[in-house]
Structures are given as C-alpha cells and as structure tokens.
C-alpha cells in the first residue's frame, strides 16, 4: 500500500505531498537510481534524472 497521496493513476505516478528539497534531489540528481524518468517530486509524471542522463552521455563518471 502507498502512502496517502501518492500512487499510480492511469498507469501515471503521482505524489500530493508536500515537495521536500530530499524528495526532489532524489528525483532530479540520484547518482545511484539507473532510471532516466524518476516520479516526479511533486504532482504527476515524471521527472528527469540529470545524472544519470550525465552518466550515459560520459559527461559524468
């Protein structure tokens, strides 16, 4: 079970909570998550994991 607001809707994640600078960091640059389109830290999406995008560019190691 997912916490209150968050979940899928039409197969789209969502997250209602309130964005925390955490939650978004680890959205936007988690060097440790292989996905490129992460949920988004707030509303509902995705969001783009810029470092791993730097990654598979070798613009990061």
């Known amino acids: 079970?997912?916490?209150?607001?968050?979940?899928?809707?039409?197969?789209?994640?969502?997250?209602?909570?309130?964005?925390?600078?955490?939650?978004?960091?680890?959205?936007w640059w988690n060097r440790d998550d292989p996905r490129i389109l992460t949920p988004r830290a707030f509303g509902w999406g995705y969001d783009f994991n810029l470092a791993e995008i730097g990654r598979r560019l070798r613009l990061l190691r």
């Open 1 to 27: 079970m997912s916490e209150k607001g968050t979940g899928k809707f039409l197969g789209v994640p969502y997250d209602w909570r309130r964005p925390t600078w955490e939650r978004t960091k680890s959205r």
